[in-house]
């Protein structure tokens, strides 16, 4: 990374909305300073970011600015509300856009300290890991995508305590001293049983959150089966909104007054009646058109009434595994259902980005403040990065953008301005005598 002088034009420009959360000037400096490093710095921990500082004056400590950014009294919890409040109007009348709602794990392998940390199976690396749960919403059109709420999901220790319990009952306890530290035990494992939720409750409560702002009421649902619950449906419906889903192939419907798996209604239909699988043109999210072959049907789901369900393949000769979706837009058509469903992935794009690009990974800190803070700054930094002013590059280095403008160049566009005020800074030293080892002495302490 290239020694920071000061904050570029275009991060100071998005983060102005903002000021009124932060109560000192100097800590509105250092959380600038740090929403640039998680963009332009390769190491976007904050003694990674720290390290390329530079200040023409004398420079603050570390603890500084750890203290501005994960410490200082600053409105933290109203930060995403604002920048909800912000984005708002660049989603509307710009066409279909979509809350995804997800859930995505975090690693940090060599830090059992950090909050909300747990080691156990990663289901898609298919191996054991140090890794946090962390649950989104990310509202998405064709243009933008935007994380709107992340919240981490605190890990149970239930069956850790539990076994710890039964490991030291005893058959009674004569002295009073034993008997209330037992009490107490008892308590606070059923403090820890009461207070852990769910992925799923999680998520209910984030939706609850956004309907009741309500800043996007347009904005229909789409989400898999692993945050799919009565509650969340019940709650999407009753705010006049749709959603779409994804279903296990084991779920069952009502098929000709029998309940059977989907799957195996599927593979009937299939053999029986493979005309009834229409070929669809979808243009999704990404603008990507492409044909799928759909049969869909309202039919009645347990619990969930009467939906409509589609099973679609991507080939022709319908050979491949079906997808099954699901809504409760019974007049919608299964074009419309499998493009809805196409911004689902929006959520998987705002997770890959955010850890490679804006360090949702990065944050080294231990308490659950910081590591929120951490988030929520990740957060805004990924959408001012899409939203920095470039032109699409004619260099061969990005030919393959055919002419688009990307991720890495709006990035390369920001690293120009931290440049731009490096060189600057050097114009000025040398302009006052400084001699080649001095400035780089100011550039670059030894």
């Not at 932060?22 to 998680?38: A, I």
């Not at 995804?100 to 059992?112: F, M």
């Not at 491949?320 to 837009?329: E, G, H, I, M, Q």
Request: with cysteine.
């Amino acid at each position: 990374m290239l020694p920071m002088v000061e904050v570029p034009a275009t991060i100071r420009k998005g983060l102005r909305p903002y000021r009124d959360l932060f109560r000192r000037g100097e800590g509105f400096e250092h959380v600038s300073r740090y929403v640039t490093g998680l963009i332009v710095s390769p190491n976007k921990t904050l003694q990674g970011i720290y390290a390329h500082q530079v200040w023409e004056g004398e420079k603050p400590s570390r603890r500084a600015m750890h203290e501005a950014v994960f410490e200082a009294g600053w409105e933290a919890e109203e930060l995403l509300p604002r920048h909800r409040a912000l984005i708002a109007p660049e989603h509307r009348g710009r066409g279909r856009e979509v809350i995804s709602l997800d859930w995505t794990l975090v690693h940090h392998e060599r830090g059992p300290q950090i909050y909300g940390t747990t080691k156990s199976y990663d289901y898609v690396e298919r191996r054991m890991a140090r890794f946090q749960t962390v649950v989104t919403a990310v509202i998405a059109n064709r243009q933008l995508i935007d994380g709107i709420e992340l919240q981490i999901q605190e890990p149970s220790f239930g069956k850790e305590e539990e076994t710890y319990l039964q490991a030291t009952v005893q058959a009674s306890y004569e002295q009073m001293e034993q008997a209330q530290t037992r009490l107490l035990e008892l308590l606070h494992h059923m403090e820890h049983r009461l207070g852990y939720k769910k992925r799923t409750e999680i998520v209910v409560e984030m939706v609850a959150q956004l309907e009741e702002e309500g800043k996007f009421p347009q904005a229909d649902y789409a989400f898999d089966n692993g945050v799919l619950t009565l509650e969340l449906t019940r709650l999407i419906e009753s705010k006049g909104k749709h959603w779409v889903s994804e279903v296990e192939s084991s779920r069952h419907i009502l098929w000709q007054d029998h309940w059977r798996r989907i799957d195996e209604v599927a593979a009937e239909v299939r053999l029986a009646h493979p005309e009834s699988f229409r070929k669809v043109s979808v243009r999704c999210r990404n603008g990507e058109t492409k044909e799928f072959w759909v049969f869909t049907k309202s039919v009645r789901l347990k619990r969930y009434g009467r939906k409509r369900i589609a099973m679609v393949h991507e080939r022709a000769d319908l050979t491949d595994k079906p997808r099954f979706l699901v809504t409760d837009a019974l007049h919608w058509e299964s074009g419309r259902m499998i493009e809805t469903w196409s911004f689902r992935w929006a959520a998987e794009v705002f997770h890959e980005f955010s850890k490679q690009g804006t360090g949702l990974e990065a944050a080294q800190v231990r308490n659950e403040e910081a590591v929120k803070r951490h988030f929520r700054l990740s957060c805004l930094a990924q959408s001012m990065l899409q939203r920095a002013p470039t032109v699409a590059s004619t260099s061969e280095q990005f030919a393959f953008a055919k002419g688009e403008t990307t991720f890495g160049q709006r990035c390369r566009a920001i690293t120009r301005e931290v440049f731009h005020s490096l060189l600057a800074l050097a114009k000025r030293l040398f302009a006052g005598g400084y001699s080649c080892e001095q400035v780089a002495e100011v550039l670059m302490p030894a």
